[in-house]
């Protein structure tokens, strides 16, 4: 999961520009500092209302991994000093979220994120491969936690690993057509618009719906898909996979390798059987031209809704 900037924060763009965002309506953290033991402090506002992040009166579950994301890329550059133009990528994400914590309240909330870094390796050609751990309190209850392994690639190494998609700009213009989504419904949303899942001909088979003028999922371009659309994908595969409504409460994702905007991406999920509390663990995998670039394991629960 990557994304990239070279642009120079100034005083009034600093915490848009370091979270990697073009739209300021999309920045969610709105202050940061430092704590002993090597330790940061995030603090992040989950608006009241937003167009992909809630629906009806709860947030999405992957509003805190954006939340984790967006606190990691500010911490990148603020404290492991990894230039702007570095490229940014998610090789595993462990995470949980209470679903209590989900619910809107007037006026939002706000979350104070606290990360540690384990691992900070720099290699000799400027990559550096970190692994942080997070934990998130609202009003000083503790409501989800993440484990995220991640690697930052100079723009000359990125590049020679990307080859001839390093173009972000001529990699959105070989985009597949989109495709048709499912129900909203099938998948808890109510705006087709948020459906990242289209039907195929096979039971618990969908097609990766990759939408590039999505102003959320694709806030600037990409050189491939993002892998909050993979995540999102993966929970809503889970939601159509289960009979009834479910908020996603885990993931355990690996990425595998970049999904490319030319070819189809195609998604799978796998139910387990549903505990005594309703929890369901659901196996998703994401494959293009028959290769793995995803797999997870997402724990449900009923939804408090």
């Not at 700009?169 to 289209?198: C, M, W, Y």
């Not at 990759?210 to 999922?217: E, Q």
Request: glycine share 6%.
């Amino acid at each position: 999961m990557t994304s990239s900037t070279t642009a120079v924060p100034s005083a009034a763009t600093d915490l848009q520009t370091l979270v990697r965002k073009d739209r300021s309506d999309e920045a969610l953290v709105v202050d940061w500092g430092e704590l002993p033991d090597r330790r940061q402090q995030v603090t992040v506002h989950w608006p009241q209302s937003h167009t992909f992040y809630c629906e009806g009166d709860r947030y999405t579950p992957l509003l805190f991994t954006e939340s984790v994301r967006q606190a990691l890329a500010l911490l990148s550059y603020r404290v492991h000093d990894i230039p702007l133009g570095y490229r940014l990528g998610w090789e595993r994400i462990r995470s949980w979220i209470n679903p209590a914590a989900l619910g809107i309240h007037d006026g939002g909330k706000e979350v104070t994120v606290l990360v540690t870094h384990s691992t900070v390796t720099r290699r000799r050609m400027g990559s550096a491969y970190l692994v942080s751990r997070i934990a998130a309190r609202i009003s000083g209850q503790l409501v989800g936690g993440a484990e995220v392994h991640y690697s930052a690639h100079p723009p000359l190494i990125y590049d020679r690993l990307r080859g001839p998609y390093a173009s972000a700009k001529e990699s959105f213009s070989r985009a597949i057509p989109l495709t048709s989504p499912v129900p909203p419904t099938l998948v808890g949303r109510q705006d087709p618009r948020n459906v990242v899942l289209s039907p195929t001909a096979r039971p618990l088979h969908w097609q990766l719906r990759v939408d590039t003028s999505h102003s959320v999922l694709f806030d600037h371009p990409h050189d491939h898909v993002p892998g909050m659309v993979l995540l999102e994908a993966a929970a809503q595969a889970v939601q159509a996979s289960q009979p009834s409504r479910v908020t996603t409460t885990s993931f355990d994702a690996q990425f595998f390798r970049y999904v490319e905007l030319d070819h189809p991406c195609f998604i799978t999920a796998d139910p387990g059987p549903t505990d005594q509390q309703g929890r369901t663990s659901v196996q998703i995998t994401a494959t293009q031209q028959d290769k793995p670039v995803l797999k997870a394991s997402v724990t449900t629960a009923p939804c408090p809704c």
